[in-house]
């Protein structure tokens, strides 16, 4: 926990603190300046994505696409016979073309970034609550500074798993950004608070995006009419709330790599105030 | 034989026949296709045993042949409209060389715009549904996306009876078939008009008394 210790134990090692006695206070040492006012150019100005590492959870990602410009790794979840976690090397790519699109999404607004796929979707298994499980365990490991998901899970045992795993990530500085649903479905992780929830809207900027305050979708980013990299090697044209989610992703990755000390509470805090129904 | 499959007997007696639901999913594609002035529309149904996505219902181009085929459920955009549950629409998909390697190929059609919604009833997804170039001389908006999901949902209810009565069908083909007979009673039952269905009961009424049920 960042510059708060208040006691140490014999070994003089610093402890973290539950409370705050009043001669702690100054002791508080926050990482980032805020500016007096956070604009967009102070946010992501200048940055590139650099030492970021964005992890895409979906269907895979066709590495040698030439927008999507490599991968760090990629690998595939499954379940063995006894549920057992299964991750291997993906050596298929995408079964689908919906993660690569993403990556190139990704890619084209943090354009030096570290993308990797964990690819929970495909022949043989559709996305199971478990192995949708598994993958987002397994990226909240690898320590990713960006996680874009566009699957949930309707299940309710699932539920409050996932709730805890979304709550870990956000303590330790994993932003899970993922997609709404367009329909009102009661389905997980997107409507946990420690997610940035993802819906789309009608304008053409990648760089417009808007804050809701009406939950649960927090944001809505470009999502119609979106040109993006597609199996094959190919460009194609699609819509929908999960084309909207990597536009959110990338923009995390060019504010994270300006500043990289950002909770990912003050990461949120940062995309509303540079919203453009806010400040943007 | 348990409780639940005389049920299951009477329910697929007076639930409709697979003909009626087909009737159904038909007419689905047909008002999907004419509201957004598309050439094609199709309904895939998860078949959860065999892990695949069967197309069940189809109007407009490649119809004739596309009726009964299948893919690992899994793929394709299809396959990850299935499993995440949420609407994509697509735009020149012909260019995309796997795609056309797909089902698509096989039925001489291939489309290069694809909108696809799943069909959700509860927490299933039992499918999903496809409506295939839509006019190019207008951009997708999600006026249209939102259109498109209310049909999915309609569709969903109906593919969730058609399932019902094909589970129930199933109990009777099985090994309840003795159990044929309960349905083709309350079937007939229910085909009566009243005065002759009010002799019916009676009639029932007396055979169960006589069979020791009252």
Redesign the interface.
Known sequence: MAGIELHSNEGGQALPAWSLPKDAVDRISLPVHWPDRVTREWAWDGAAGAGTRVCILD?GVEADHPTVGGLESAVAISLGDDEEVVVTEDEEGD????GTACAGIVRSLAPECSLSSVRV???????TGGVLLAGLRYAVEQGFDVINM???T???PFASVLHELADSAYFKRTVLVA?A???P?E?YPWRFSSVISVG???EPDPFTFFYNPTPPVEFFGRG??VEVA???G?????????FATPHLSGICALIMSKHPELTPFQLKSVLYLTATNVGG | MTNEDFRAAVASGVTGSEDAFRSLLSAIVEVARSIFGAKASSILLLDEDA?ELVFEAAVGEGEDSIIGMRF??????A??V????????????K?????ASDVAEDTGYIPSGLMAAPL?ND?NALGVLEVLDRPERS????QE??LL?LFA?QAAIAVDLLLRARRAKRVLDGDEADLTVVAELAAAMDGLEDRRRTAGFALLRDLAQTLGAR
């Open positions: 269907s079964l689908s073309g919906h979707l495909g022949a043989g298994f559709t996305g566009s699957l949930s309707t299940k309710k997609s649903h367009n329909m479905v389905s789309s809207h009608e119609v009419n597609w199996l094959g190919r460009t194609v044209t699609v819509s929908g709330n999960s | 892990h690992p459920a899994g793929t394709g955009i396959g990850w299935l499993a995440t549950r949420t609407p994509l629409v697509i735009e020149d998909v260019k995309d060389p796997r795609f959700l927490e951009q997708f908006s999600l996306m939102e999901g949902n």
